[in-house]
């Protein structure tokens, strides 16, 4: 009788708190958190962005720029700046299988970005070519769910083979609510934290969540870039025109 009133009494707290953290933690599997975490980040047939950047030096020293960015699917992704009159026209071109290419005006020139290359930053900024590139968290990773806390999941992410992206090792934070990612740690080939990215102000626009501000910090260097979100289009049926080295280059 004991047994079968405990049971009964268990079965009630199941029922009455079934949204608990150990119980929410425990539906999803670190791939499925992943999967959702790409559609999120995808859903739109097409996006263009206004974006501020401040780039912060050691000493507290800034410098402003603005970049026009724009992406189609999942995997055509392009960016370029619009000032100042010193990095206008600079500009890179992220396509399918990897391939990436920048566009310098002062050499009237596109080129292509090899493997090798693309932990390098890109135009003084603190996110390398392979960060700007579109991103598939369940394509070149393996993971596992390490906990979950404070509505956040964490995740560990060890580059899978044939992984070119320069890192060993993410660690990322995502909401529990929705899926954003809130934080990623950056970890190098020697396994040591490099970079840190947040996202602030996440709200939804036009039925899409989005960073209102972006955070990347180069913790090795003590040199931080900062996004802000200016304007932001979605769904306004771009072309695949836009996602050409031809168009790069005008």
């Not at 405990?6 to 949204?19: N, Q």
């Not at 097409?46 to 912060?56: A, E, H, N, P, R």
């Not at 090899?114 to 579109?134: E, I, M, P, W």
Request: net charge positive; glycine share 4%.
């Amino acid at each position: 009788m004991m047994r079968k009133t405990c049971c009964i009494l268990l079965l009630i707290i199941c029922l009455t708190f079934p949204l608990c953290p150990v119980l929410k933690s425990q539906e999803l599997t670190a791939k499925e958190i992943l999967e959702k975490v790409n559609s999120l980040l995808n859903a739109p047939q097409d996006q263009k962005l206004t974006l501020k950047l401040v780039l912060i030096d050691k000493n507290g020293q800034e410098e402003t720029r603005e970049l026009i960015m724009m992406q189609k699917g999942k995997d055509l992704r392009m960016g370029k700046f619009l000032s100042p009159a010193s990095q206008r026209g600079i500009g890179f071109l992220s396509l399918p299988n990897d391939v990436f290419y920048v566009y310098m005006p002062a050499f009237k020139k596109t080129q292509r970005i090899a493997t090798r290359q693309k932990s390098g930053k890109f135009a003084g900024t603190d996110f390398s070519y392979q960060d700007l590139g579109t991103q598939q968290y369940d394509e070149k990773w393996s993971s596992r769910l390490v906990r979950a806390e404070n509505e956040q999941y964490v995740l560990e992410l060890q580059a899978a083979k044939g992984n070119d992206t320069g890192y060993s090792q993410l660690i990322l934070w995502v909401s529990t609510e929705n899926f954003y990612p809130l934080k990623i740690e950056f970890y190098d080939q020697h396994n040591k934290l490099c970079k840190v990215l947040t996202n602030h102000k996440i709200q939804k626009i036009a039925g899409y969540l989005v960073a209102q501000e972006m955070e990347m910090v180069d913790v090795i260097k003590n040199h931080k870039t900062k996004m802000f979100l200016e304007e932001v289009e979605f769904d306004t049926g771009l072309s695949d025109e836009s996602f050409t080295e031809r168009y790069l280059s005008r």
